[in-house]
């Protein structure tokens, strides 16, 4: 059984930093994709970022573009997301999915896996 374990969020002042971190274990044979999604209250849920697992190409949503940094370490099958530049609308919970097969990589149905989700407070 494959088991995703996010860590990281909490609350931080507009303008500041958080990282993210994404835990993967369990079997997972191929893993093509780790995305980051967000929910805030009242709306769905969003794309943030996301990276081929072996490749490393990257995606972001124009909201979070240069602000937001995703990557991962193999070694550690653990995936990562920045966040710099904090804003208030930034505040969600955070998920982090796993894609063991291609797919477009903005879509929800494309992540196979998901995390429990960690919340990200961002004050003004």
């Known amino acids: 059984q494959v088991q995703l374990v996010e860590s990281g969020g909490g609350l931080v002042q507009a303008g500041g930093s958080l990282r993210l971190s994404c835990g993967v274990s369990?079997?997972?044979?191929?893993?093509?994709?780790m995305g980051w999604f967000r929910q805030a209250p009242g709306k769905e849920r969003e794309f943030v970022a996301a990276?081929?697992?072996?490749?490393?190409?990257?995606d972001y949503a124009d909201s979070v573009k240069d602000r937001f940094t995703i990557s991962r370490d193999g070694a550690k099958n653990t995936g990562y997301l920045q966040m710099n530049s904090l804003k208030p609308e930034d505040t969600a919970v955070y998920y982090c999915?796993?894609?063991?097969?291609?797919?477009?990589?903005?879509?929800?149905?494309?992540?196979?896996?998901w995390g429990q989700g960690t919340q990200v407070t961002v004050s003004s």
């Open positions: 999915a796993v894609a063991s097969r291609w797919g477009y990589r903005q879509g929800e149905s494309t992540y196979n896996y």
């Open positions: 369990g079997h997972l044979v191929t893993n093509y994709a």
């Open positions: 990276i081929i697992w072996s490749g490393g190409g990257t």
